[in-house]
């Protein structure tokens, strides 16, 4: 991942620019440092619908006719709201990507935000949600998330509680749009087929004239330490248990993160950043869990944040079997790395593991500049560079401090989801009206 | 590097047609670290019995449970161990698998492959061990609304006696009643190297490539391998039939409407492909994307597809809308299949999509896996080598009137199937 450069324009905006010439495409990415962790009560929700009523248009771009603009160049875009930022991107033939550098340009301050659009999105978006409410994982991760943050705003999901979706107002969303879209609360990428001096040259063109903003500072209450542990139980109509173990984990830039990572890799199986996953097949938690018909499959959840944010367990129960033998199972797994160490070959493992899903999720342009985008908004795209590294320099001994330091009881909340004997369920022809 | 020479071509794929049949391709890489491989073999469920719907895929989900040199946990260590990959599933026609892993492990990987499709045990345990996660699985999507609505979009697209009424997953009836010796004798007859396909791109040198292939898979042979399975006729669909799943404690329904589309083989597949695009695809999802999710505000995701295939696949656009909304999504839809058989799409649109449908090539090459389908697709639906290269000439020459008559030759809209799932229905 050498050849990172970074800039700063003068109105604030951080560019990173990547030159990487295996195939004739462009990445483009403007993160924004606005997430749902920054969401008021009365506004959860916010930071994704902005993000998309960015799509709905701006005097140069009128609505529609962005998205017939970027297909017809051949190109791919696409959006997302986390918890820690929002993001925007266009992945284009090298050729073409200038209309995505104009657009973002465009759009970052002329948003419409037309009244008719906003009440037409908010139905998509309440259809968003539904869509989400028919996995029964969507409640039990709601609740669990809920129960383990009573003041971080790490507490609600990101697409927002149904009561904000139904109450929030065209100048709320305007008013969060300009609050927090401005160059000097931005980081702009771009990895791929370009010279970085053009690109740099034609970026302070076309972003070097938006004046920086007044940033306000952002809404953020820290979580105070959990006394106890904690848990939920959903009960809703359905056919399949899960149980979901969630705790408080340390955040990304914390050194204690790669520790867990490694320690996830172990029990879990690996996951890489974003693009691959493989098979966890001879992980700790699989063996003690599915291969003994308790669980049908077992995963593990360690995402990097800004603030400390949950590492997190989650099994589907085997037919016939209960939450409360899934739950004792992995409770003996879990005191197995508090009281021993892992062993060097499932160190070895962990490390070469994190190898080949780091290489795997980084062959793609997108993917390398969504994580230069990402890390930086936390600390520095180094946090990337480094990632590999900071693997490798887990011990084992680390490995057991984290476990015994993150994996206590009284740090964690448990979730149940407990179906209701479900009825219906038949097909049946409807008569024409 | 920006030219065509990078194309997938029969320029720089490497094609060698192996003594037992099987077809090995390669694409040298090396800017990535990481080598990935696809393919299938002649063992999709088209070759399974209706009362044992299922047994290809739980043959295909066995195979990596126990071989004659390894158990489960020697597979999965020698995979895991070097952070690679490999997954084999059935589909209707074929088996197909899949695997990655870096560069220098291509040799582990291929080694796996062959093992796990050539001397499978199903070991009884492991077999009872999968059956409980498979039946806990369909269970699940029992509760599911898109599974619910496309299962009963299928089976009312499909009579009965066609392959593609059918789950490969199978059911919870079938499941149950499919024994070890099932699985043994399905593999025995039908896993061989008679139209076995394997593509390989990556870091890696093409003959190595092939050598290696060669030296685990090349002896292969099973006399036993029947006669490639031949799809009866079917009609298209007369009348329009409506069916709807009830699936309590659900906030959305999903819906599918669709009639039969062309197999990949029809000469109107790409204008189909294009027309498809017009209505439910280019931009925000097409015209249907425009009118149900951004004019109305219907739904979270509205679009059209067009499955294309070794057969007559399903032609049809799906929707997540709330109960209340379903007629009127519904009769948004039917509005914009009226207008697009009817009138021809305007210059704009083709013009558009054209340019869409040749800009787009280079990002759909630009990772390992992106290549590997292409040439995978090339050589299952015997297009050519080149067609890749031709690809844009093909695209270009397609008229309105092409795209018409295509869509008019599939779509009627007096005359399609809609399924729905979701809570019973608000009146």
Redesign the interface.
């Known amino acids: 991942m050498a050849g990172v450069t970074r800039h700063q324009l003068d109105n604030g905006l951080t560019v990173l620019l990547k030159e990487q010439h295996s195939a004739p495409v462009v990445s483009w990415w403007l993160l924004y440092r606005i997430g749902s962790r920054n969401e008021r009560t009365g506004q959860t929700g916010i930071s994704h619908w902005v993000e998309h009523m960015m799509f709905k248009g701006t005097p140069t771009f009128p609505p529609g006719l962005l998205d017939r603009q970027i297909s017809k160049e051949g190109g791919n875009w696409n959006a997302q709201t986390s918890m820690d930022y929002t993001a925007y991107y266009e992945t284009m033939p090298a050729d073409r990507i200038d209309l995505g550098l104009r657009l973002e340009a465009d759009r970052m301050v002329n948003t419409i935000f037309d009244p008719e659009e906003v009440e037409s999105e908010r139905t998509v978006i309440i259809s968003e949600r539904q869509g989400s409410e028919n996995s029964p994982m969507f409640w039990l991760g709601e609740e669990v998330r809920a129960a383990a943050f009573r003041v971080h705003g790490y507490h609600h999901e990101i697409i927002g509680d149904m009561t904000d979706l139904e109450t929030m107002t065209r100048d709320d969303l305007y008013g969060h749009y300009r609050a927090n879209y401005m160059p000097n609360n931005a980081i702009a990428v771009a990895v791929g087929d370009f010279q970085t001096g053009d690109m740099l040259k034609r970026i302070t063109e076309l972003y070097g004239v938006i004046p920086a903003g007044t940033k306000a500072e952002a809404f953020v209450r820290p979580e105070p330490p959990q006394n106890g542990e904690r848990r939920v139980m959903v009960e809703r109509p359905g056919s399949t248990q899960f149980l979901e173990v969630a705790y408080h984990a340390p955040a990304a830039i914390d050194d204690d993160w790669f520790k867990l990572a490694i320690l996830n890799s172990v029990l879990t199986g690996p996951s890489g950043l974003g693009g691959g996953s493989i098979d966890n097949k001879t992980s700790r938690l699989y063996k003690a869990l599915v291969e003994t018909e308790l669980a049908v499959d077992i995963d593990g959840g360690l995402l990097p944040s800004i603030d400390p944010y949950l590492y997190d367990f989650v099994a589907t129960v085997r037919d016939g079997r209960t939450i409360a033998e899934v739950e004792a199972a992995l409770d003996a797994q879990l005191d197995k790395v508090l009281n021993d160490n892992i062993t060097q070959k499932e160190l070895d493992k962990a490390r070469k593991q994190a190898r080949a899903l780091f290489a795997y999720s980084t062959e793609r342009v997108t993917a390398q500049a969504f994580w230069l985008a990402f890390a930086e908004n936390f600390h520095s795209y180094e946090w990337f560079e480094d990632y590999i590294a900071r693997l490798e320099a887990v011990t084992i001994a680390d490995v057991r401090d984290v476990a015994q330091k993150y994996l206590r009881p009284q740090n964690r909340t448990v979730g149940w989801f407990i179906p209701t004997t479900p009825d219906g369920g038949e097909q049946y022809e409807e008569d024409e009206e | 590097?920006?030219s065509s020479s990078?194309i997938p071509g029969p320029h720089n794929i490497t094609r060698v047609e192996l003594d037992n049949g099987i077809v090995v391709l390669v694409y040298e890489n090396f800017?990535?670290?990481?080598v990935v491989i696809g393919g299938s073999i002649e063992a999709g469920s088209i070759y399974e019995s209706p009362a044992k719907s299922g047994t290809a895929s739980m043959t295909a989900a066995s195979l990596m449970r126990g071989t004659q040199n390894r158990d489960?946990?020697a597979i999965?260590?020698a995979?895991?161990?070097?952070?690679?990959?490999l997954d084999v599933g059935a589909g209707v026609h074929t088996t197909g698998f899949n695997g990655?892993?870096?560069a220098e492990d291509l040799p582990v990987l291929i080694d796996l492959l062959a093992d796990v499709l050539r001397y499978p045990v199903f070991p009884a345990q492991q077999v009872e061990?999968l059956r409980?996660?498979i039946?806990?699985?369909l269970?699940?999507r029992?509760?599911?609304?898109?599974y619910?609505a496309n299962r009963?979009f299928r089976?009312n697209l499909y009579p009965e006696s066609h392959p593609y009424h059918f789950s490969t997953r199978g059911t919870l009836e079938t499941i149950p009643g499919i024994t070890v010796d099932d699985l043994k004798a399905f593999q025995q007859k039908h896993y061989g190297p008679r139209d076995m396909v394997i593509t390989i791109v990556g870091a890696v040198k093409a003959q190595d490539a092939v050598n290696i292939v060669k030296a685990r898979l090349g002896d292969w042979q099973n006399p036993q391998q029947p006669a490639k399975a031949v799809l009866p006729d079917i009609k298209q669909v007369e009348e329009?039939?409506?069916?709807?799943?009830?699936?309590?404690?659900?906030?959305?329904s999903d819906v599918v409407m669709g009639v039969l589309g062309p197999s990949r083989f029809e000469p109107d597949y790409r204008a189909a492909q294009m027309v498809n695009s017009v209505l439910g695809q280019?931009?925000?999802m097409g015209r249907i994307g425009?009118e149900v999710?951004?004019?109305?505000?219907?739904?979270?995701?509205a679009y059209s597809s067009i499955e294309g295939g070794l057969g007559p696949g399903a032609w049809s656009v799906n929707a997540?809308?709330?109960p209340a909304n379903v007629q009127l999504a519904i009769e948004s839809v039917v509005k914009e299949i009226q207008r697009i058989t009817t009138e021809e799409v305007t210059d704009e649109d083709i013009e558009?999509n054209k340019?869409?449908f040749?800009?787009?090539?280079?990002?759909q090459?630009?990772?390992?896996e992106g290549i590997a389908a292409s040439i995978l697709n090339m050589e299952t639906y015997q297009l050519g080598l080149d067609n890749l290269l031709k690809y844009a000439d093909e695209v270009n020459a397609l008229t309105k009137a092409d795209l018409l008559k295509a869509i008019q030759k599939y779509w009627n809209p007096d005359a399609f199937v809609v399924a729905v799932a979701g809570p019973?229905q608000q009146q």
């Not at chain 2, 995979?79 to 990959?85: K, N, P, Q, R, W």
């Not at chain 2, 029992?142 to 898109?146: A, H, Y």
């Not at chain 2, 090459?365 to 390992?368: A, D, I």
């Open positions: 590097m920006s990078s800017a990535a670290q990481s489960f946990d999965h260590s995979l895991e161990d070097i952070g690679a990959d990655k892993a870096l061990r409980g996660e039946l806990t699985g269970q699940y029992m509760q599911d609304t898109r619910r009963a089976e329009t039939r409506r069916i709807a799943v009830n699936v309590p404690g659900k906030t959305q280019f931009g925000m425009d999710r951004e004019r109305l505000g219907l739904a979270y995701y997540g809308v709330n558009d340019s869409y040749t800009g787009h090539l280079p990002l090459l630009e990772s390992n019973e």
